[in-house]
């Protein structure tokens, strides 16, 4: 009787640590393939667009794209969320003076992180925006056409 009952506690504990590792599993797979969003600063779209810009995308998913543009303004990031109700266009801009100390200290970070299809971009005091392996999936390779952006507004 006392193994009947003892075989039956071990068989319901079986059960139980597979069904939490499942879904242990299950979570961490959520969240390493997620889908990531663009969350923006607060912005003042009051500036001209020149027309003829050079541009970088740097983020692209089904609902939003990012793209750091070269403008007469210097280097302007846009966000195109195609989600309802959200912000769009115009989120922040890097005077050609703020460019050139960017240049010069460095203040450049690419973080691959370790999301699948994201990792981080910071330039300057913007810092953490996503850019998408699918369009970089060599780190360096994002770095030096930033860098090269850059160099650009000095041109």
Not at 60 to 84: A, F, M, S
């Amino acid at each position: 009787m006392w193994q009947c009952v003892l075989d039956s506690i071990d068989l319901i504990t079986k059960i139980a640590q597979t069904l939490i590792a499942g879904f242990v599993a299950w979570l961490a797979w959520r969240t390493f393939i997620k889908e990531e969003t663009q969350e923006a600063e607060d912005y003042a779209d009051n500036s001209t667009i020149d027309q003829g810009v050079t541009e970088l995308k740097i983020f692209e998913t089904t609902n939003q794209t990012t793209t750091l543009k070269r403008t007469i303004n210097g280097i302007e990031c846009h966000l195109d969320d195609r989600r309802p109700n959200k912000k769009q266009g115009h989120r922040w801009t890097l005077t050609p003076n703020m460019v050139k100390e960017i240049l010069e200290s460095g203040d450049i970070y690419v973080n691959p992180s370790y999301k699948l299809k994201t990792g981080y971009l910071s330039i300057g005091t913007h810092t953490n925006w996503l850019y998408s392996k699918n369009l970089f999936p060599e780190p360096a390779g994002l770095h030096h056409r930033v860098i090269e952006l850059l160099k650009s507004v000095g041109a």
